[in-house]
């Protein structure tokens, strides 16, 4: 139903900024919720931020609170991630999520049923 490809990754500096992108198909993009979650070798993948399909409703984990900025233009059927002051424990690879139409906003990766390629960020110290 949805095809996701993120964009924007990279090697930064700890205390830079990187914006990720995360291009959608389809003609119900306004209608899904969406979402970033990331993984790092060996871990589980974890929430990282989601935001609704108005953008009226966004989600941030405790640990990128204040850091990280969500956003979508729905006109282009384009979410973003604006990072700031990263950190090496930023490291991972970076997943863009689509829900289903008209599926409430969630923070858990069963709350999102399409899934990108992912995007690798390295933070060095």
């Known amino acids: 139903q949805v095809q996701l490809v993120e964009s924007g990754g990279g090697l930064v500096q700890a205390g830079g900024s990187l914006r990720l992108s995360c291009a959608a198909s389809g003609r119900t993009f306004s209608s899904r919720a969406m979402g970033w979650f990331r993984q790092a070798p060996g871990k589980e993948r974890e929430f990282v931020a989601a935001i609704s399909g108005s953008g009226g409703t966004i989600f941030y984990a405790d640990s990128v609170k204040g850091r990280f900025t969500i956003s979508r233009d729905n006109a282009k059927k384009t979410m973003f991630l604006q990072m700031n002051s990263l950190k090496p424990e930023d490291t991972a690879d970076y997943y863009c999520?689509?829900?289903?139409?008209?599926?409430?906003?969630?923070?858990?990766?069963?709350?999102?049923?399409?899934w990108g390629q992912g995007t690798q960020v390295t933070v060095s110290s």
């Open positions: 999520a689509a829900a289903a139409p008209f599926a409430a906003v969630t923070t858990t990766t069963n709350g999102f049923g399409s």
